[in-house]
């Protein structure tokens, strides 16, 4: 446990050496959320909806979502430095070096966007505090997921530039097909297939939780998202535990 | 002049060694358009001057495309000065204008060749302009990259770091953006200031924003019954240029040789 712990804390500390990135991301959500979110509010109409909360709830899910998917890239940056043979010869066991990892992973981005998310609650100015607590709770899930989606992916192609434009392909896809900007009854009218996509999409049970939670839309029944989190999370953590344990040996990254 | 082709000819080589980094580029651009602008199209307010969000959308992503890859010269040559490969680029046998000239160009040419398919798209979408349109805008969009290309430059000698030149960059980005008519038509961001909402210097920097300039030049042409053509956004893109160009060659040449 001590062990794992350890790993934990490493990935945190090597997240915030990262300042500038840190920086940039924080520069980022303020701008979307004082630039884009105010101005895209008077272009958009959606019936029921204050678009500008409903745009800023969203954003905070985005931007945990990218800060998760870091992870990813640390992988390839030790494998380029050959810090993964240091890794390796550590007296870890190669599960607790990855479950820490996972969860190292999902910790730190969820401890960066705390402070985002706490400004996106000051400017949607409501809370459900019950929907709230359950809500964070699947906001943690969902960043594990996300890391462990990340960690699965890194070691299964195993080279930098298709990682890369996975990434930001899977990135495009998975928040513009979600309910991170749109609700889904527009997606649907759109495009069914967009809508369908988006109907079981991580991110829009993360986002449609974390509104319900903030107090800016309703939910029918949040049991069901909530299962859809943690299916997800124990989907990309365990294959990613088990993949990563098996790939972990024997080199071939580019 | 054979020194500035010979400049062109490695970067656009390099350009090209980056076609993983092109394609996740162009795919996120093109689900920009071809998914959340066909969703806004059903969220757009009855009160904006807008019919389809798909069609105003389409001019000013292959503005956004053209600065992106313009901006990309900056990283290049930020990652020369920290590996010190610029001693190895002053030993080349050309004058230093005529490489400042040649990595302004090359940065501002790589952006048109990545702009050109999205360019394409939006006019298959929105129909063609007239030869003599077509040329104004493959123009105002050649000044608009070189002096983007010239402002990554500039950005790009004047930070020691990596880091230092991304949170730059960044900074550059989202005001330029988001501060522009490229997603949401000028009026709004006008209105806003008229209510207070909306600092007046960001109205200002929004209506005399290269991107914005571009964009609705493009829309003028294409969507003429959402704006009319302006001289005045030439000449914006046209001051501009000249000034990014002619300032990021003359910090090239200066910064480099001292470092």
């Known amino acids: ?29 303020v701008s979307q959320i004082a630039l884009f979110g105010l101005i895209a509010s008077r272009m958009v109409y959606v019936q029921g909806i204050d678009y500008f909360r409903y745009y800023v709830a969203g954003l905070s899910v985005m931007t945990l979502y990218s800060a998760a998917v870091f992870i990813g890239f640390d992988i390839y940056e030790e494998a380029e430095h050959g810090v993964f043979e240091y890794l390796l010869s550590l007296p870890v066991s190669r599960r607790q070096l990855v479950l820490g990892r996972s969860i190292g992973g999902g910790l730190r981005s969820f401890i960066y966007v705390g402070p985002l998310i706490a400004l ?5 100015g409501s809370l459900n505090p019950l929907g709230f607590l359950i809500a964070l709770f699947a906001l943690f899930l969902f960043s594990f997921g996300v890391s462990g989606m990340s960690i699965t ?22 928040v513009r097909l979600s309910t991170a900007m749109y609700p889904l009854a527009v997606v649907q009218a759109a495009n069914p297939l967009y809508g369908g996509v988006a109907s079981f999409n991580p991110v829009t049970f993360a986002t449609d939780l974390f509104r319900w939670g903030a107090g800016v839309t309703l939910l029918d029944n949040p049991l069901l998202p909530l299962l859809g989190i943690v299916a ?20 071939g990254w580019q | 002049m054979k020194g500035i082709l010979h400049i062109l000819e490695h970067d656009f080589r390099s350009f090209f060694r980056y076609k993983w980094w092109l394609v996740g580029l162009i795919s996120m651009n093109l689900a920009d358009l071809f998914i959340m602008a066909i969703v806004y199209n059903y969220m757009i307010s009855s009160e904006v001057k807008i019919t389809s969000y798909f069609d105003f959308f389409a001019p000013g992503l292959a503005v956004t495309g053209l600065f992106a890859s313009a901006f990309m010269i900056g990283r290049e040559i930020n990652m020369e000065r920290r590996r010190e490969v610029h001693h190895y680029m002053l030993s080349l046998p050309m004058t230093r204008l005529e490489l400042a000239i040649g990595r302004v160009l090359s940065g501002g040419l790589r952006g048109m060749l990545y702009m050109s398919p999205l360019l394409l798209t939006c006019f ?15 123009a105002v969009l050649f000044l608009l990259a070189t002096g983007i290309s010239g402002l990554s430059i500039a950005i790009a000698v004047s930070t020691s770091s990596l880091e230092k030149f991304i949170t730059a960059r ?9 501060c522009s008519s490229v997603f949401y038509p000028l009026s709004l961001i006008q209105q806003l200031g008229s209510e207070g909402k909306f600092p007046a210097p960001l109205v200002t920097l929004a209506e005399i924003n290269p ?14 019954d959402y704006t009319s053509f302006s001289l005045i956004s030439i000449v914006n893109v046209f001051i501009f240029s000249v000034v990014f160009t002619l300032g990021a060659a003359f910090a090239y040449m200066k910064i480099i040789e001292r470092t």
């Open chain 1, 1 to 29: 446990m001590n062990k794992l712990l350890l790993v934990v804390e490493r990935d945190i500390r090597l997240f915030f050496q990262y300042k500038f990135l840190i920086i940039i991301r924080a520069i980022w959500f």
């Open chain 2, 211 to 224: 991107l914005s300039n571009a964009s609705d030049m493009i829309r003028s042409f294409l969507m003429p």
């Open chain 1, 120 to 124: 996106s609650l000051y400017v949607i």
């Open chain 1, 153 to 174: 992916i890194a070691v299964m192609i195993k080279s930098s530039d298709r990682f890369d434009i996975l990434m930001g392909v899977l990135d495009a896809l998975i």
């Open chain 1, 232 to 251: 997800f999370f124990s989907l990309f953590t365990l294959v990613g535990v088990i993949l990563y344990e098996q790939h972990i040996e024997g080199g």
């Open chain 2, 170 to 178: 960044g900074l550059v980005y989202y005001t330029l953006f988001f």
């Open chain 2, 124 to 138: 298959i979408f929105l129909g063609f302009p007239t030869v003599w349109q077509l040329l104004l805008i493959l």
